[in-house]
């Protein structure tokens, strides 16, 4: 049932002074949409945080309500294909960002953001993979399609105890690939080999500073999410014809290089967007996650809190003291 009233995790910005608390809306305070969504769970995600501090790079306006993911049940529906009852997802486009996101008990969003939710998986599972499991597996997705294989060696993972990191090594292990996870968290080693790292390196290891165009190959292909000097030694260290995906910028924004991977080596550069890819494409990648790329230890990559605790889990998530996928029970 449609409840008229519903809790809200709301941030507001008043004389560059940000503040937090839940407070009680109404089903008409939300943006116009096809589809309201009673919200069971949604994800605390790095680009939440931001949104939760006041950054007007990713939030133009407050109050607002942030959460990038969501699933939940269709209260109501405008849309023919979509009916009340149906479990679904909701990720990226502009959800929690510019509009109000998935830290609330209802969200209203357009009919083409919403993805049924497969037989495969339950609410729960489906937030724990959420924008970075999506990420991750639309990494694959793209690697794959230019020839990535097993067969060509090993792929690297940076950032690897992060959201995107965690889903990207137990995905990569779940389709056959031996995995390098690279981190700077050394008590994050033994939860990344439960995931399915096969190897397990510092930072330095994809940090090169020799100027060099070229170095020795080190792995076939690579999912990146630091950016900066770590892409360009993925770049670099990759063997021929491999391809490294790149999806974060953690580390840096910029790329400073040669064109020598590429035209020697035939390296491919892949850029990921997952923000605003086909929705054909988008329940193509859910449809694997949910199947051939099932990851058998989501319970373990998952900390359930609630929406009272989500002020504590913000502060950590800015200081980098998370570990694998923050996930809201809202239910």
Known sequence: MLSNTFRAFRVFVEDQEVSRKIIERKINDLPKGDVVIRVHYSSLNYKDALSASGNKGVTRNYPHTPGIDASGIVAASNDESIKVGDKVIVTSYDLGMNTDGGFAEYIRVPAEWVVPLPDELDLQAA???????FTAGLSLYKMEATGQNPGMGPIAVTGASGGVGSLSVAILAKAGYQVHAITGKKEAHEYLKKLGATEIFGRDHASDDSKRPLIRSKWAGAIDTVGGNTLATLLKACTREGSVATCGLVGSPKLEMTVFPFILNGVNLLGVDSATCHSSLRSE???RLATKWSVPHLAEIATVVS????EHYIGLILKGKTQG???????
């Open 127 to 133: 937030m724990t993979l959420g924008t970075a499991g």
């Open 285 to 287: 990648i859910w449809q």
């Open 307 to 310: 929406m009272d605790e989500l």
């Open 325 to 331: 996928r923050i996930v809201v029970k809202l239910v």
